[in-house]
């Protein structure tokens, strides 16, 4: 079946630091691959998406980019705020038959300290 | 749009009390989903609904577990007799019929302690 497996936290950073969050996940099929962020005492939010290869996600900052090759998802920013601290979880979502729902990672907690 | 609404926020309930949760998914949206948080499992996706019906439940934990979906803007999660094991962040998400590479929207859990 479908997985995913993102890097084990927690990861702590210093304001202005640059950051990466490994993402890798095995489908069939061609998935649409997310990026959700939970801050503490919220729901899940949607980060970024992209939904075919070499497509590159996008927003406040924070990239990723769908490399089929390497079947990985990976979340990059050049410059973390303490703002940025929150819990991220890779995910996909399959377009196989009747499969609409949502595949997450277990999630990596970020903490970044000024 | 109001978003994703779930009812309580926070629930405390003792062992073997029946305990209820309610979501109010997005006007429009075909799609329900169902998923536990906790510290040792992570997220996990109970069951979701299309257009009301239930599609898959393969992750209701046992029969304790029920949810129904009476109309398009309503839903509802129970689980009788609760058990402590059963303390965890329970979301509701909605998402958009015919389009797999759409987004869930979450709402802001529940929040279940069974003592």
């Known amino acids: 079946g479908d997985s995913v497996t993102q890097m084990e936290g927690p990861v702590t950073l210093s304001e202005e630091a640059f950051l990466t969050i490994n993402c890798t996940y095995t489908a069939t099929g061609y998935p649409s691959l997310f990026w959700y962020v939970q801050y503490p005492g919220e729901g899940l939010q949607l980060l970024l998406k992209a939904t075919k290869a070499d497509d590159k996600g996008s927003n406040k900052g924070f990239e990723a980019t769908y490399r089929k090759e390497t079947t990985s998802f990976h979340l990059e920013k050049g410059s973390v705020q303490v703002s940025d601290s929150a819990v991220y979880f890779c995910a996909l979502r399959n377009s196989g038959g009747s499969n609409y729902k949502l595949t997450f990672g277990k999630g990596t907690l970020l903490t970044v300290n000024p | 749009d109001a978003g994703v609404i779930q009812s309580p926020r926070h629930e405390v309930t003792e062992m073997g009390q029946e305990v209820t949760l309610r979501c109010k998914p997005i006007?429009?949206?075909?799609?329900l989903f169902w998923y536990r948080q906790t510290m040792m499992r992570g997220l996990e996706l109970l069951i979701y609904?299309?257009?009301?019906?239930?599609?898959?439940d393969s992750g209701m934990p046992e029969d304790r577990f029920s949810a129904k979906m009476p109309n398009a803007s309503f839903s509802t999660l129970k689980i009788q007799p609760s058990e402590p094991r059963d303390s965890a962040v329970y979301f509701c998400a909605s998402s958009n019929r015919d389009s797999y590479n759409s987004p869930l929207h979450f709402g802001n859990g529940t929040r279940l302690t069974v003592t």
């Open positions: 006007s429009g949206h075909d799609y």
């Open positions: 609904f299309n257009n009301n019906v239930p599609i898959d």
